[in-house]
């Protein structure tokens, strides 16, 4: 069953915990020359993988970060950048087009600029403009490099003073998410593989995803991104309350299609009051149209801990999709041929 596995992506899900432990060696290695009081605005610039990171800082230092986030998907840097301005550019491979595309115009601007990537193109317009650099290990698909993208970052955030409350030690972040890991191992757990059942209830049918504001707000993206890369499934994805005001108006279209979905709803032990009566009235609605729900809650203590424990399990699913769809894991096929296609306009 699991020899659609030839790479053994397993692993990598395994040992996702030590990307967390060499974090805050990467930033000691790194070069950093970036002044706090210099910075107004943050833009991240990156793509697939490398961009959730960026989503992700954006979530879990919502009310932490000393200047505003935004995330730049594409070839264009925004007229607002300016001398006050940290540019981000993050590329796993250091080859990613729209990210390099965008850098170009970034110079002009004053910026202060630092690039996060394994090497290529990027790596090398780094270190030939002096730019500060994390440079992190590769050899990973960028999706599964995630670890590598967010913490050193939010190290790097947190050193330079740009985070109110930092937190330095993320050991028992690690420790957390390996924990998960190993439970969510069906050659390791010693009970019930819920990653696994939950895997079979959606195969063959298509999963929609719903997480909430503010702080879970990039989960149910990297769980569809997750479904869509590794097991080679079609899924949906939204936010609430935002889906309240829209998507939940599709939910009205008379047809036995709706049956087909499994929507899994992401959810914290706490959320705003108003939002918790939405997500009960929102189940309400999607019942009645004959889709299964599931509902998934974070664990863990910290706000950290509480998005990973959710990213970590969706990679699980995804990971035991790909196995029940008879698809490896770390192939992406459309991908690469898109890739292809696209270098010979160059």
Known sequence: MYSVDRSNFKKILLDFHQQIKESESIVDQSIINIKA???QRILYFGMGGSAIAGNLLYDTLFDQLKAPIDIVRGYNCPAYCNEYTLVIASSYSGNTEETLSAIKDVKKTGATILAVTSGGELH???ESNKWSLISIPGGLPPREALGYSFFPLYHMLGRVGLIKDYTANTKKVASFVQDIAIRNDHEQSDGRVFSQELAKM???KIPVIYSTAPY???VSRRWQNQFHENSKSMS???VIPEMNHNEIVGWEQDTDLLKNF?????ENEDPHPRIKKRIELTKKII???GAQVVELYTQGKTRIEKVFSLIVLGDWVSYYLAVYNKK?????KNIDYLKSELAKLQ
Not at 262 to 266: A, E, R, T
Not at 328 to 332: Q, S
């Open 37 to 39: 009081d210099k910075i």
């Open 124 to 126: 090398k317009i780094a």
């Open 202 to 204: 959606i195969k063959g």
């Open 216 to 218: 879970l707000n990039t």
């Open 236 to 238: 949906f994805a939204n």
């Open 262 to 266: 499994v929507v899994i709803f992401l």
């Open 287 to 289: 019942k009645k149209k």
């Open 328 to 332: 490896d894991p770390i192939v992406i």
